[in-house]
């Protein structure tokens, strides 16, 4: 699995902030500085400029709430702390699993989306082609408008290594883990086929203006993997492009969950040029726990803020490539007469692929909050 890296949580374009940067905060010109160099107060909104060494948040601060080198006047009380931060942001997601409040944020875009968009007329499908990302079935043009393809120029040609969801006219999702050892440089929306001219009309490319980590993320462990991606540019919503909804139950229900993905075939093999599908069942964390034991990765073993999905009777699952992909299902609306896509997980983590065992996907669900506070703030 090409896994991609990153100095900081949050990578923006330039890759030129560092504390000392000029920044701006609800309209105010602002310096990055360590959050205990802020002073703040209830009518603050903090905005983070990055996570120094991973951990440390450094924060957008206005230039009249900065500290003077010696003045420490109730520095403890005025110092906000990482929970805080991440609350501003859009909520924290606790060691137990969801969220205490979601919001009805996300439920309200998939209702505007749904009437906006779900008018456009889709192709036929075709007959399935070669069976892919691990006894799957390829998709048809434009069955999956949401789907995102992560990549970077390198020497011999553009390389994609992992995928995404569109989720709003901005914003991608996709894993954590996909921006830990290589820096992306290209999201691509309305493919099918990566080998062929023949989507040209409707692929668009975009540039990354920004990559959000989830502040709790770990590249040690497996928790907490899930990633926003800010666009340089606002999509243009098409037939082949639109954005998916996000799934506000805890648990998925509609059509049955497919992983969709342009992964390796088989384990150690090629990535399969033609989008893939795959038709998933959930294992219970409990059964799942089976053959996820302790270790370095997973310390606390499964948590509620990660899926399992799989087939325990075929050779059915994702693999290297399709990281940060979407594990999703379809739900009829009659509002809109149409089926809708609902995004449920994130492809993670697994151990050999087609071994008939489970992989791990992020519940988004859990992430709800965080999420609404970045995509559509």
């Known amino acids: 699995m090409l896994i991609p890296q990153l100095s900081d949580n949050i990578l923006f374009r330039n890759d030129e902030l560092e504390i000392g940067s000029s920044c701006k905060v609800e309209s105010q010109q602002g310096t990055c500085v360590l959050s205990e160099k802020c002073k703040s107060s209830e009518s603050d909104h903090p905005s983070i400029c990055f996570f120094h060494e991973n951990h440390t948040p450094v924060v957008c601060c206005p230039v009249d709430n900065l500290r003077s080198k010696d003045g420490n006047e109730e520095k403890d009380k005025d110092i906000p702390t990482l929970d805080t931060l991440i609350a501003a942001l859009g909520g924290r997601v606790a060691n137990g699993g969801t969220p205490s409040k979601p919001t009805e944020l996300s439920k309200r875009k998939c209702k505007e989306y749904s009437k906006k968009y779900s008018t456009f007329e889709f192709t036929a499908p075709k007959p399935p082609f070669r069976t892919a990302i691990l006894g799957g079935i390829g998709t048809y043009r434009g069955e999956y408008p949401f789907m995102a393809a992560i990549g970077r120029e390198e020497s011999d040609g553009l390389k994609f290594f992992c995928g995404g969801s569109l989720i709003s006219e901005r914003y991608i999702l996709t894993a954590a883990h996909c921006f830990t050892r290589t820096t992306p440089s290209i999201i691509r929306l309305g493919e099918h086929n990566l080998e062929s001219d023949k989507d040209n009309d409707a692929v ?59 992964g390796h075939t088989q384990f150690g093999g090629e990535p399969s040029a033609i989008l893939q599908k795959v038709a998933l069942e959930i294992f219970t964390n409990e059964n799942c726990a089976k053959h996820f034991p302790t270790t370095r990765r997973i310390p606390d073993g499964l948590r509620k803020t990660q899926i399992c999905a799989g087939s325990t009777t075929q050779s059915k699952d994702t693999c290297q490539g399709d990281s940060g992909g979407p594990l999703a299902f379809i739900s009829y609306d009659s509002e809109h007469e149409t089926d809708i896509h609902y995004l449920t997980g994130i492809t993670s983590t697994g151990i050999a692929c087609g071994a008939k065992l489970p992989a791990i996907y992020t519940r988004v669900y859990s992430y709800l909050p965080w999420i609404e506070g970045i995509a559509w703030k």
């Open 204 to 262: 668009k490319d975009y540039g990354i203006e920004q990559v959000i980590i989830h502040p709790q993320y770990r590249s040690q462990t497996v928790y907490n993997d899930i990633a926003l991606v800010r666009l340089n540019r606002t999509v243009t919503f098409s037939k082949f492009i639109k954005p998916v909804c996000l799934n506000n139950k805890e648990e998925s229900d509609g059509l049955g969950l497919s992983a969709i993905g342009w």
